[in-house]
């Protein structure tokens, strides 16, 4: 698959044509690019019906027009999920986050209540420990000292 240019824009058939479809379209084209038959110069000619030929070649074979066929739909995929994500990031001027944003599933929530509960621990445990061995809670930096 040369390029971004579809074997079916090559030919200018559609996805779903037949193999008649197809054979004729190759007719046609194979006709106006050949070398030996084209205006056109020779080099760009060449080019040119190589790639019909190429692009005829794999849609005529049933098992190369199936794998040709899963890779256009899954880059086709790719690019709208890319599409759709760079949407959500990029977009400044969608002011209302619903459709933006997720709610939080119940592991996430359980994730940030036990957060919470390890923070406050600490801090309890801090106090303490430190009303224990006699230093102050409220003392002043050694930076203000000096």
């Known amino acids: 698959m040369k390029g971004e240019t579809s074997y079916y824009k090559i030919l200018g058939v559609n996805e779903n044509a037949s193999n008649n479809e197809l054979r004729k379209a190759f007719c046609k084209l194979s006709i106006e690019l050949h070398p030996d038959t084209t205006s056109l110069e020779i080099e760009v000619a060449k080019s040119k019906f190589q790639e019909v030929l190429e692009a005829y070649e794999h849609l005529n074979n049933s098992n190369l027009r199936k794998i040709y066929?899963?890779?256009?739909?899954?880059?086709?995929?790719?690019?709208?999920?890319?599409?759709?994500?760079?949407?959500?990031i990029i977009d400044p001027s969608n002011q209302n986050l619903i459709g933006n944003?997720?709610?939080?599933?119940?592991?996430?929530?359980?994730?940030?209540?036990?957060l919470i509960i390890i923070i406050g621990t600490s801090l309890i445990f801090s106090i303490f420990i430190a009303s224990f061995t006699g230093k102050e809670l409220d003392t002043i930096p050694l930076?203000?000292?000096k």
């Not at 066929?69 to 599409?83: A, F, Q, V």
């Open 69 to 88: 066929d899963d890779k256009l739909k899954e880059k086709s995929r790719i690019k709208n999920y890319t599409n759709n994500l760079n949407n959500l």
């Open 101 to 114: 944003r997720r709610p939080f599933s119940n592991g996430e929530l359980f994730s940030l209540f036990l």
């Open 143 to 145: 930076w203000l000292i």
